[in-house]
């Protein structure tokens, strides 16, 4: 397989992006539309936060499948009021590129999210179901509201300042029970979902309380490398085993 940096103009974001990319090998591009996930790096990281993966590669050669991964600042992948529109970036302009310079299936396009990306997968699967068929989110952080508000209190959080969550979330008092809020009672969730964490990751019960908001469960597992090898089996409908819990 190959992995390549993409640049290119936005015009939901009024500039350029960078994006790493990982797809199958160049021969079995030749005969049949792949299958792509969009991935949103955590606050605080950018598009090359999964070149450490040991078996990505693997597994997108094997599965046939492309692994995309833009910069998205400190955005979580949600339209700023007064800046970027990543959210339509994530859900519309960047899989219409990708789609052009790619041979890729509009039918089974999937966004995931990693930390604060998981909340911007994760938000945008629920509200914009034609755009992802699945979604797929490891070690997520979903509390916004419980983000916001401690920051409201000027407690200190990593990689992130108050400036930076007034520009995705506006007043953070308000964002509980709001529809930024994705834990609140009734809020939409994605058409298919797979939650995997680490079990020692702080967040852990966000992600056990999501799962069970949303009946489903959380894969469980010791490294990134094996939640990413269930949740991408999971996508490619080839389901592995994992230690799963609800």
């Known amino acids: 397989?190959?992995?390549?940096?993409?640049?290119?103009?936005?015009?939901?974001?009024?500039?350029?992006?960078?994006?790493?990319?990982?797809?199958?090998?160049?021969?079995?591009?030749?005969?049949?539309?792949?299958?792509?996930?969009?991935?949103?790096?955590?606050?605080?990281?950018?598009?090359?936060?999964?070149?450490?993966?040991?078996?990505?590669?693997?597994?997108?050669?094997?599965?046939?499948?492309?692994?995309?991964?833009?910069?998205?600042?400190?955005?979580?992948?949600?339209?700023?009021?007064?800046?970027?529109?990543?959210?339509?970036?994530?859900?519309?302009?960047?899989?219409?590129i990708c789609r052009h310079l790619f041979p890729l299936d509009p039918l089974h396009q999937y966004v995931g999210g990693t930390g604060g990306g998981a909340y911007g997968a994760y938000w945008n699967a629920a509200n914009h179901p034609e755009a992802f068929a699945k979604c797929m989110v490891v070690n997520g952080r979903f509390d916004a509201a419980a983000l916001c508000e401690a920051a409201a209190r000027g407690e200190a959080l990593p990689h992130l300042t108050r400036p930076n969550l007034e520009a995705v979330f506006g007043d953070l008092q308000g964002v509980r029970g709001s529809g930024l809020d994705i834990l609140r009672p009734g809020a939409p969730a994605p058409k298919e979902l797979f939650i995997g964490c680490e079990e020692d990751f702080p967040a852990l019960e966000d992600s056990l309380h999501l799962a069970n908001r949303c009946k489903t469960m959380a894969c469980l597992g010791g490294t990134p490398e094996a939640l990413w090898d269930a949740g991408l089996r999971w996508l490619c409908d080839e389901g592995k085993d994992c230690h799963e819990k609800n």
Request: net charge negative; hydrophobic share 40%.
């Open 1 to 96: 397989m190959a992995v390549l940096e993409l640049n290119a103009l936005s015009t939901a974001l009024s500039g350029s992006f960078s994006a790493t990319v990982f797809f199958p090998d160049q021969p079995r591009m030749e005969t049949k539309s792949y299958p792509a996930l969009y991935f949103l790096h955590d606050i605080g990281g950018n598009d090359t936060d999964l070149r450490p993966l040991h078996n990505l590669e693997a597994l997108c050669n094997e599965l046939g499948l492309f692994v995309i991964c833009p910069a998205l600042m400190h955005s979580f992948g949600m339209d700023l009021p007064w800046g970027g529109k990543y959210g339509d970036f994530v859900r519309r302009e960047l899989p219409g």
